[in-house]
């Protein structure tokens, strides 16, 4: 674990040209603790060893370049898309070792085990993603509305920056996993990504949200998941960064 203190920074400004009157002419530096950059180091060689000398599980996907969640939660949505389309059973046994000793109720336990995969997305048994389509739904509205509360504060750039970390990226997490879900309820999703753009803009509800998302330069959602899945048969072809099992 990365010790708290190790990520405290020291913001100072650093001027960038002559006239030291402006504060456009300064670049904010950030000076993080000398025992972080000495840790981060060592990591990074360590993690270099690891790639070379001793190649770490073909499976593992956490601390190593170009694999995530995302990868991990796509390899196994098809490994149970292929085990359903031959009608076989699926089982899984999740661990969550950080808390290996706690003690939990079994059967609040099960209640969550029942539609929850660890990743950060919910997986029912019909692999619908209907419940983890509407967790994403209430985050990004929850982010949406904190939004709206002080827009009035805030100047175009600093809002579509604000939206694009607490709506945006809620829509956008593992949708690579979206691909084959009906219109219906990718709909969902749409409509809040209309409202961002919307709010971004200060337009009204009766503006035309094609042309807000055009204006701000963001795909559709049909269109971002597209753009991943390619992203992934291009690191997959040409790129070959992938993970291996994906190739």
């Known amino acids: 674990m990365f010790a708290n203190e190790w990520k405290k920074a020291i913001i100072r ?6 006239g030291g009157l402006h504060l456009s002419n300064y670049r904010p530096v950030s000076n993080l603790p000398f025992l972080s950059k ?7 060689q360590l993690n270099s060893h690891f790639q070379s000398s001793a190649p770490l599980p073909s499976y593992q996907s956490a601390y190593r370049a170009n694999f995530s969640c995302e990868t991990a939660l796509v390899s196994l949505l098809d490994d149970l898309l292929w085990a359903m389309e031959k009608q076989q059973v699926t089982q899984m046994c999740l661990m969550d070792l950080s808390a290996a000793f706690d003690t939990v109720d079994h059967k609040v336990l099960l209640e969550v085990l029942g539609n929850e995969y660890g990743l950060g997305a919910y997986l029912d048994s019909h692999l619908t993603l209907k419940t983890h389509i509407a967790a994403k739904c209430r ?13 009035h504060l805030l100047t175009k750039d600093a809002c579509h920056t604000i939206v694009l970390g607490l ?17 219906v309820v990718i709909m969902m999703l749409q409509r809040i990504q209309n409202m961002a753009a919307k709010l971004v803009l200060k337009r009204g ?35 070959k960064s992938a993970p291996q099992y994906y190739i």
């Open 205 to 239: 509800k009766e503006d035309s949200a094609s042309e807000a998302l055009k204006e701000l330069h963001w795909l559709p959602i049909r269109q971002r998941i597209l753009h991943k899945i390619l992203t992934l048969v291009f690191k997959c072809v040409v790129d």
């Open 167 to 183: 709506v945006i990226s809620h829509l956008d997490y593992a949708n690579s996993l979206y691909a084959n879900l009906p219109n």
């Open 13 to 18: 400004p650093l001027i960038k040209k002559h």
């Open 38 to 44: 000495v840790v981060e180091n060592g990591i990074g």
């Open 139 to 151: 985050a990004a509205m929850a982010g949406l509305r904190l939004v709206r509360n002080i827009r």
